[in-house]
T-cell receptor, first 114, second 112 residues
Framework: DAMVIQNPRYQVTQFGKPVTLSCSQTLNHNVMYWYQQKSSQAPKLLFHYYDKDFNNEADTPDNFQSRRPNTSFCFLDIRSPGLGDAAMYLC?????????????FGSGTRLTVV | AQSVTQLGSHVSVSEGALVLLRCNYSSSVPPYLFWYVQYPNQGLQLLLKYTSAATLVKGINGFEAEFKKSETSFHLTKPSAHMSDAAEYFCAVSYYTDKLIFGTGTRLQVFP
């Protein structure tokens, strides 16, 4: 089945140690998104790629970076994780041209910072 | 600013009772509207969507939602709650861009 896969499901990292989360999709969707979701809160959009065009949200900290080497893969890099970055990170995809189809989400990566 | 509001951060119902989760959007132009469900430690799963076709939309797991332009609402309902419906529910809107705007979520508890 076509899907969005996030690895790993659970990630523990040390304070200040760079960490990379990965997302892959078999849907061939043009748009890929990264969301941060803290406990009992709505998902917060960090950035998204429309094909290779990167779109950063204005309030996304510089500590967060992203790469999309090809259509199928997208990575979230946290350069120096702080305790406040502990959260669920959700990857999603959609077809281009507006979101009438909705998003397809991965199962998420829960990041713990120790 | 365009937004979506979910009334009630927690809703509790008995098994077999009606489920009603409220969602209101803020714009004069009807957006695309979505309901997502999130189970613990999982991603979000699309329940149903409104994209300017039928105003009564049926989704998965017996849920449905009715778009009411006059009330700028898109409330989610299910006639009879099941224990497996316990989860977090998010209403979301899209104003014809590539971005979804999420509400703050409603946690549904179902008691036996």
């Amino acid at each position: 089945d076509a899907m969005v896969i996030q690895n790993p499901r659970y990630q523990v990292t040390q304070f200040g140690k760079p960490v990379t989360l990965s997302c892959s999709q078999t849907l061939n969707h043009n748009v890929m998104y990264w969301y941060q979701q803290k406990s009992s809160q709505a998902p917060k959009l960090l950035f998204h790629y429309y094909d290779k065009d990167f779109n950063n949200e204005a309030d996304t900290p510089d500590n967060f970076q992203s790469r999309r080497p090809n259509t199928s893969f997208c990575f979230l890099d946290i350069r120096s994780p702080g305790l406040g970055d502990a959260a669920m990170y959700l990857c999603a995809t959609s077809k281009a041209g507006g979101t009438s189809y909705g998003y397809t989400f991965g199962s998420g990566t829960r990041l713990t910072v120790v | 600013a365009q937004s979506v509001t979910q009334l009630g951060s927690h809703v509790s119902v008995s098994e077999g009772a009606l489920v009603l989760l409220r969602c209101n959007y803020s714009s004069s132009v009807p957006p695309y509207l979505f309901w997502y469900v999130q189970y613990p430690n999982q991603g979000l799963q699309l329940l149903l969507k409104y994209t300017s076709a039928a105003t009564l939309v049926k989704g998965i797991n017996g849920f449905e939602a009715e778009f009411k332009k006059s009330e700028t609402s898109f409330h989610l309902t299910k006639p009879s709650a099941h224990m497996s419906d316990a989860a977090e529910y998010f209403c979301a809107v899209s104003y014809y861009t590539d971005k979804l705007i999420f509400g703050t979520g409603t946690r549904l508890q179902v008691f036996p």
